[in-house]
T-cell receptor, first 115, second 117 residues
Framework: SQQGEEDPQALSIQEGENATMNCSYKTSINNLQWYRQNSGRGLVHLILIRSNEREKHSGRLRVTLDTSKKSSSLLITASRAADTASYFCATDARDRGSTLGRLYFGRGTQLTVWP | GAVVSQHPSWVICKSGTSVKIECRSLDFQATTMFWYRQFPKQSLMLMATSNEGSKATYEQGVEKDKFLINHASLTLSTLTVTSAHPEDSSFYIC?????????????FGPGTRLTVT
């Protein structure tokens, strides 16, 4: 299975602190994406990083990708209570046997930011 | 832009009945739509991929006769859960892509909570 794995499964921090979540995957990819999901809601796309990129920024988000280690990290700086949500990484698959566009999701990290 | 809606947002039905869930791309044409299910505190599991005008491709272990998918137009795909049972209770999420799905992000709907009693 190509399914990614996030680490940690749960993270609890105070407002203003930084939150770091990690994701590991198993096979070669074209790109990796991070999504956010509030409880009982759909997914919101946060950021996409391509396999030839090492780091990407978007506002308070910083994503890194290490294809040699098959891992990625999502850093949220200066966290806010509103950042409380589940965060998922998703990868596509580079091998020909995979359905075009199929995304493989990790189990997610539940982030709780206390005011 | 790139808004995907789902209807209904939640539904409760009795065991044995069928339920239809709609997924619409509101401001773009979706060549490919994906259907996922998600159990509480679990990840999203892809059920099937549908391309407009053709039969859906189901993931291994997903019963195609139980989960009927129709993608009749570039803006609408439907998932029908036939003869629903309590174990089908889950959160169903669709996503839509404009490029055939790769390598661009998918746009997700808000999900439909199905409870089968």
């Amino acid at each position: 299975s190509q399914q990614g794995e996030e680490d940690p499964q749960a993270l609890s921090i105070q407002e203003g602190e930084n939150a770091t979540m990690n994701c590991s995957y198993k096979t070669s990819i074209n790109n990796l994406q991070w999504y956010r999901q509030n409880s009982g809601r759909g997914l919101v796309h946060l950021i996409l990083i391509r396999s030839n990129e090492r780091e990407k920024h978007s506002g308070r988000l910083r994503v890194t990708l290490d294809t040699s280690k098959k891992s990625s990290s999502l850093l949220i700086t200066a966290s806010r209570a509103a950042d409380t949500a589940s965060y998922f990484c998703a990868t596509d698959a580079r091998d020909r046997g995979s359905t075009l566009g199929r995304l493989y999701f990790g189990r997610g990290t539940q982030l709780t930011v206390w005011p | 832009g790139a808004v995907v809606s789902q209807h209904p947002s939640w539904v409760i039905c009795k065991s044995g009945t069928s339920v239809k869930i709609e997924c619409r791309s509101l401001d773009f044409q979706a060549t490919t739509m994906f259907w996922y299910r998600q159990f509480p505190k679990q990840s999203l599991m892809l059920m099937a991929t549908s391309n407009e005008g053709s039969k859906a491709t189901y993931e291994q272990g997903v019963e195609k006769d139980k989960f009927l998918i129709n993608h009749a137009s570039l803006t609408l795909s439907t998932l029908t859960v036939t003869s629903a049972h309590p174990e089908d209770s889950s959160f169903y999420i669709c996503s839509a892509s404009t490029s055939g799905g790769a390598p661009y992000e998918q746009y997700f709907g808000p999900g439909t909570r199905l409870t089968v009693t």
